[in-house]
């Protein structure tokens, strides 16, 4: 069994114990802070056996290995509840169609284009929850809206049928200060709010395995953990 190689269900005791004390020391309360467990390249196994044992958000960067391992983490848990699963990863505009069929949220619009692709292909009843991935470091190749035009393609964004957007998402450049970047990325957020109030953008997405309690003291709403979590990631 995975959990004889891997304590996942001591891992998740461990890590939600951090987010709270993480949570507490900057003056939060721990239920502010969700925890999404990053399943990249992991067996549905162990994100049933994690479901199972309290995670209720998982995260996945790729489409095609989730269209492969959420049916099969779905018929592993039966009756058992669920998982809200995020789109964490980079999305093509081409993929749009199989994202909005596979993901209840998508964290990672990156651009104006990848919103009307996803856009289309919504149903005239539904509601795609969205977060804005942002990008403050100096890395070109680097995807995430650039803080120069945030409020132009946000404004265009929230005025586009069928989706919701609820905040913000980041990854901290690779080459600069974690905190300085969560920081901007939280004024980012303030500023949104100002400019389009009728719009709630409750969600701060920021933090990972290495950086996720820097986020929660600069007010993260959600951490994306993989490795602490599951363990290393396994050979695709």
């Known amino acids: 069994m995975l959990g004889a190689q891997i304590d996942l269900v001591g891992n998740l005791a461990r890590l939600s114990d951090a987010i709270g004390e993480a949570a ?4 939060r309360r721990p239920e502010e802070v969700t925890l999404i467990g990053v399943s990249k390249t992991q067996p549905a196994e162990a994100v049933a056996e994690l479901i199972r044992a ?3 958000h998982i995260g996945e960067n790729r489409v095609q290995e989730a269209a492969e391992k959420l049916p099969m983490v779905r018929d592993l848990l039966g009756s058992d509840a669920a998982p809200i699963c ?9 993929k749009a169609a199989n994202a909005v069929a596979l993901f209840d949220r998508v964290d990672s619009v990156d651009s104006l284009h990848l919103a009307h692709a996803l856009s289309r292909r919504i149903s005239d009843d539904s509601v795609l929850p969205v977060l804005l991935e942002v990008y403050v470091g100096d890395d070109p190749r680097r995807p995430g809206l650039r803080p120069d035009q945030l409020l132009d393609v946000c404004g265009q964004i929230v ?7 609820g905040g913000l998402m980041t990854i901290a450049p690779l080459d600069g200060d974690a905190r ?4 901007q990325v939280r004024e980012m957020k303030q500023k949104l709010a100002e400019a389009f109030p009728r719009i709630y ?3 701060l997405s920021m933090g990972m395995s290495e950086d996720y309690r820097l986020a ?4 993260s709403t959600e951490v994306r953990v993989g490795t602490a979590l599951f363990g290393p ?3 695709r």
């Not at 005025?159 to 957007?165: I, Y």
Request: net charge neutral; no cysteine; charged share 15%.
């Open 24 to 27: 507490v020391a900057a003056g």
């Open 54 to 56: 309290g995670l209720r």
């Open 86 to 94: 995020h789109m964490i990863g980079h999305l093509q505009s081409n």
């Open 159 to 165: 005025e586009l049928p069928g989706l919701r957007v």
């Open 180 to 183: 300085t970047a969560f920081h």
């Open 201 to 203: 953008f409750g969600v």
């Open 216 to 219: 929660i003291e600069e007010g």
């Open 233 to 235: 990631r396994q050979p």
